[in-house]
């Protein structure tokens, strides 16, 4: 894949999460006045205006649920945009570390220097203190 097209899909992850947002609150507001109508419908004696209720918003109703699921799995699947630069950037550094010998000699390298860099300051301070 190009870098371009990783780049272009790299921005549209912000707007996608946004959108499943919008959707998953829209949603939640469509089945919530669904129920609290239907709630109100309930204290009626009249089954007719129920069923009626049923049929004309039931189907909404069931639309609003099921993209409200579909739009909250994709929110949590869907990395955001600087999960997706840690994603990439730390497998990538990840894979060439394990590719280069060089670079994992450098952490015991490090060590070894530091040690010795206290171990030449502690002789300086024992000196300073035995004079």
């Known amino acids: 894949m190009e870098n371009s ?3 272009y899909w790299l921005t549209r992850l912000d707007s996608l999460q946004g959108l499943c947002v919008a ?66 950037a730390g497998g990538k550094t990840m894979d060439f570390i394990e590719k280069d010998k060089s670079i994992q000699a450098l952490p015991s390298q490090t060590t070894e220097l530091v040690s010795k860099y206290l171990d030449k300051k502690i002789k300086e301070i024992e000196q300073a ?3």
């Open 23 to 88: 959707t998953c609150i829209i949603s939640a507001i469509v089945v919530g006045i669904y129920w609290l109508i239907f709630m109100v419908e309930i204290s009626c004696e009249d089954d007719d205006e129920k069923e009626e209720y049923k049929q004309k918003y039931g189907g909404k109703a069931r639309l609003a649920t099921w993209s409200g699921l579909v739009s909250m799995i994709i929110l949590m699947l869907a990395p955001t945009r600087s999960e997706l630069i840690f994603i990439v």
């Open 129 to 131: 203190e035995n004079k």
């Open 5 to 7: 097209t990783k780049l």
